[in-house]
Structure formats: C-alpha cells, structure tokens
C-alpha cells in the first residue's frame, strides 16, 4: 500500500509541472456498454473495461479478452440520414452533392467516427493488456468552421488491484502504469472543407496531406482508484492520466504516407502533459451473478469542481453529470438506458458464451450547457472473452 501511495504521489506531482507545456486529455473508446448507461460505468468498471475506467476493477472477478472491438459513429440512425449516406456512397452522385450531404449531417449532428481494438487478462488482483484508439469526430459550423480533431493512441498497460474484505464492507484499491503512444492532429483540428475539396477534386492529394500536420510522441502515465462497498451500496473514485511530461514532434500525413513505419516520430522537441481526468459515483447492484441483476448507478466528471460550486447550482453541474441503469437477465442478455449531462442512451448486449455482442444509441452534450447541441450517434461492439 505505501508503495502504491509513493508512485501516486510521484505521478501527481509531475502531473502539476504543466508551466510552458500544451496539456492535452486522453483517449478513451465510445465502447456500447458505457455509452449505453450515459457514459457512467468507468467509475464501477470490471473486467477489460476497466483499462479504461477504474483500476480498482483488477481486484474483481478475472476474465481473459482476446479481442475486444468497438466501432462508433457520430450520426443520428434516422431513415432521413440512411438515406444520405447511401446517396454520398453511390458513385453517380456528384462531388457538389457530396460536400451539400456532408455539409447538412455536420450542421444537423456532426459526423465522424472512431474505433477501439485490444485484448488483454484483467482481474484476481493482475493486469495486462493493450489497445489502440481512433477518433475523428466531425463538427462545428459548416463550412470553414468545421473541424476534424482527430486523435489516435496505443496503450501497453500494466496493473494491480487489492481486495478487501470485512463481512459485508468490501473495498477493491487498484493502479496501473501504461506506456503510450500519441499521434493527434492540432487541437485546434484540421479544417474539414479543405479536406473533403481536396479528396474530391480528383488531382493529387499529395499537396492536401503536406498540409495535414500531425504530432506524434510517447510518454508514460498512471492511473488509480478505488472502490467501497456496504452490501449491494457502491460508492466509487478513480484518477486517470497521472503522467509525466512528455515530448512530441510535428510531421505531415504525407511524410507517413511516404515514410511508413520509419516515418512515425520518437524523438520529439515539443513539450506535452496529459491532464489528469477525476470521476466519482454512486451505485447500486442487486443479486450480483444471479440470474436477474438490476444495477443503478451515478457519476460525475471533477468531483472536486462539483463540491465547490454545488451551492450555486449552475449548469455546469449538469455538465458533469452521467446516469445510468442495466438490468441483466438470465446471465446473459443486458438492456440498458442512461442520461448523459441531460440526454437519453439506450443499449442491449448479448453474451454467447465466448462471444459478447452490444450495441448502442448515445447523445452527448457539444454545447454549453445541456440540451445546447447534442451530438448523437451509435456503438457497436464485440468481444471474444473468457470470464465475465
């Protein structure tokens, strides 16, 4: 436990040194189970899902994941929008009427889309794992205010958890230490018309992806939580992206495109630091592995914000706010539903034995304040496991 402690201390400490650094925040998967419950469920995580949520998970029951793939994107499943993107795929459509689709589902929704691939043992008080994230989302006012800030990381992640345990109190304590790699586009993102132009105007890209810069480095990082039970009653804490600072180097697509493998960057100049990412939840599961399993639960992004402005009630609390519930039948078949900062997500999932299968609906809040702009879109994810 000191030990654990000390390389927390470590990281925080690091952490705080960000003076003259571009801080940036971490990657994590639009996976179907957390998107389906309102984006909570990284607080109370178990299994692989918790190389992304609360490390206190390792201390849970074990389960070996082969592959685990999510896919998502960011567009409103209506018959309206099918219809779109079904016209946008047809090759007799013109470029014209191809940048007129794009243009109304970013304006209506934003677009893009991102996927998640990884497999790794996580439980019994060990971890060990790897993935890789890809993000691009699409959006802001169109045309020359949309952006695409894409983003990719591949993570290595080695992790511990504790369990406790006195009659009915129950305490899990976990930390893990991961390697990443980084390759992102600009925060302030690259500029989507010149791109969708430049795709479809039928020259040489090579002058469009000179102009598409891109920085790439790696770096180290910690994660570490907690989570205390009294009975079926969870109460849940978890810090990620505790890192040390880290160095990045700026490079072109054009310069992967031609380069490959030799291309990508290691040896950067420019100064980075992840920002570390505080969550805290409450929640409740019934009849745990029993054939009907009902859970609730409640989390909040920066627990520490939402203590010292919770007497002012403003919307920024709503900001930070997930909810979500799933009822899992006969061990194997789970629907869930969720408010994510004031928006509705629906899921289901499957588990075959080996194969798990869930999928998801989601609106998440890209405004303000909620019900400001939401931008909905859909999940989807599979997994071949061992274990729960």
Do not use: C
């Not at 030990?3 to 971490?26: D, E, K, N, W």
């Not at 994230?133 to 993570?155: E, H, M, N, R, Y």
């Not at 709503?318 to 006969?330: E, I, N, S």
């Not at 999932?349 to 080996?354: M, Q, R, V, Y």
């Amino acid at each position: 436990m000191k030990r654990i402690l000390l390389i927390l201390a470590i990281f925080a400490i690091a952490a705080s040194g960000t003076f003259g650094q571009t801080a940036i925040t971490g990657v994590t998967p639009k996976d179907a189970r957390s998107m389906g419950m309102g984006g909570t469920f990284r607080v109370f995580s178990d299994g692989y899902s918790s190389f992304f949520g609360n490390p206190a998970g390792f201390a849970g029951q074990g389960s070996l994941t082969l592959a685990d793939i999510s896919t998502w994107a960011y567009i409103k499943p209506t018959a309206a929008n099918l219809a779109s993107i079904k016209k946008f795929m047809d090759n007799t459509t013109s470029n014209t009427d191809k940048i007129g689709i794009l243009g109304n589902l970013i304006s209506q929704n934003g677009f893009g889309a991102g996927t998640s691939v990884g497999l790794g043992w996580a439980g019994k008080g060990f971890a060990l794992g790897a993935n890789v994230i890809l993000d691009a989302p699409i959006g802001g006012a169109f045309p020359l205010g949309t952006k695409v800030p894409a983003v990719s990381q591949a993570d290595g992640v080695l992790g511990f958890g504790i369990p406790i345990k006195l009659g009915v109190v129950g305490l899990k304590i976990g930390l893990d230490g991961r390697v990443f790699y980084r390759l992102n586009a600009p925060s302030s993102g690259w500029t989507f018309i010149d791109i969708a132009t430049g795709l479809m105007g039928g020259g040489s890209t090579d002058t469009l992806l000179q102009s598409l810069k891109l920085y790439g480095g790696y770096g180290f990082a910690a994660d570490a939580g907690a989570v205390l039970n009294v009975g079926p009653v969870l109460f849940g804490f978890s810090v990620r992206d505790l890192g040390l600072a880290f160095k990045m180097k700026e490079i072109s697509v054009y310069d992967l495109k031609t380069g490959g493998f030799n291309a990508i960057p290691f040896n950067g100049t420019l100064p980075f630091t992840l920002t570390p990412q505080y969550a805290a939840g409450v929640g409740i599961r019934l009849f745990e592995n029993g054939l009907f399993e009902p859970s609730v639960y409640a989390e909040v992004d920066d627990p520490i914000y939402l203590v010292s402005h919770i007497s002012s009630f403003t919307t920024d609390i709503f900001m930070k706010l997930h909810a979500g519930a799933q009822l899992r039948l006969l061990r194997f078949l789970t629907v869930r539903g969720g408010l994510n900062k004031g928006w509705i997500s629906v899921g289901a999932g499957i588990d075959l034995a080996l194969l798990e299968i869930d999928a998801a609906v989601f609106t998440e809040e890209m405004g303000l304040y909620p019900g400001n702009k939401g931008r909905t879109g859909i999940s989807v994810q599979a997994a071949i496991r061992f274990g729960r």
